[in-house]
């Protein structure tokens, strides 16, 4: 397991995931949270009521695993429940992505899971992402609702929501947000726009697995 990330670098990369949600339109206004441990017992996260686009560092919160301020004025955001909840359930887990990527979100508010085998770059990078059920946004509804899925996936849709992404660091976390969006968009252009997506065979998700397990990921689920 890789170490965890100091302070500043934590900082510095909520900083930079924040900017690339805002500028790809995977969120708007205020929307979406991140957050990075760096430690077993504490986190650095985003606060509420800030746009992911437009954060500056002194307005990071430093919590404990109980959500408690550590470091910082600002308040953190009312979803940090889901994400405490994450690590909880999967100790592997370093940091997490929330957002509302707008193809991904179509799926989760029509409760479609993004389980076909359609595309080896999802199979290897991301895996099946399951439709968590409907959750009140900032109650504690919404960690209840994922807790099942933390373990076996990368990735998991909120239904009428949005989309958690999770990793061994905020980069990949927020990569494998990038491949949920793109995933997605694939999804509906070919089943539903084109109306033929060809899936792939037993044998074809079976050696895309494999390589996904080489690279180090036992997580993901099975299309």
């Known amino acids: 397991m890789?170490?965890?990330?100091?302070?500043?670098?934590?900082?510095?990369?909520?900083?930079e995931v924040g900017r690339r949600l805002y500028e790809k339109d995977f969120v708007a206004s205020n929307d979406g949270n991140i957050s990075v441990l760096v430690s077993p017992d504490a986190l650095w996260t985003t606060p509420t009521g800030v746009s992911k686009g437009h954060m500056a560092e002194e307005m990071l919160v430093k919590t404990d695993l109980q959500g408690r301020v550590l470091e910082g004025t600002s308040r953190p955001s009312s979803e940090l429940k889901m994400h405490l909840r994450l690590y909880r359930e999967n100790p592997a887990v370093r940091a997490a992505v929330h957002a509302h990527p707008p193809a991904a979100t179509s799926f989760a508010i029509?409760?479609?899971?993004?389980?076909?085998?359609?595309?080896?770059?999802?199979?290897?990078?991301?895996?099946?992402?399951?439709?968590?059920?409907?959750?009140?946004?900032?109650?504690?509804?919404?960690?209840?609702?994922?807790?099942?899925?933390?373990?076996?996936?990368?990735?998991?849709?909120?239904?009428?929501?949005?989309?958690?992404?999770?990793?061994?660091?905020?980069?990949?976390?927020?990569?494998?947000?990038?491949?949920?969006?793109?995933?997605?968009?694939?999804?509906?252009?070919?089943?539903?726009?084109?109306?033929?997506?060809?899936?792939?065979?037993?044998?074809?998700?079976?050696?895309?697995?494999?390589?996904?397990?080489?690279?180090?990921?036992?997580?993901?689920?099975?299309?």
């Open 2 to 15: 890789r170490a965890y990330p100091d302070d500043a670098a934590a900082r510095a990369l909520i900083l």
């Open 110 to 223: 029509a409760g479609i899971p993004l389980d076909r085998p359609i595309l080896p770059e999802a199979i290897v990078q991301l895996g099946a992402v399951p439709v968590a059920p409907y959750a009140q946004p900032g109650t504690q509804e919404v960690p209840d609702s994922i807790a099942p899925y933390c373990k076996a996936y990368n990735a998991v849709l909120l239904a009428n929501h949005g989309a958690l992404t999770w990793g061994t660091d905020v980069m990949q976390a927020y990569y494998r947000m990038e491949s949920l969006e793109y995933y997605a968009k694939v999804s509906l252009y070919a089943g539903f726009i084109l109306g033929r997506a060809n899936e792939l065979s037993g044998e074809q998700i079976g050696r895309l697995v494999e390589q996904r397990e080489r690279g180090g990921v036992s997580t993901g689920g099975r299309e």
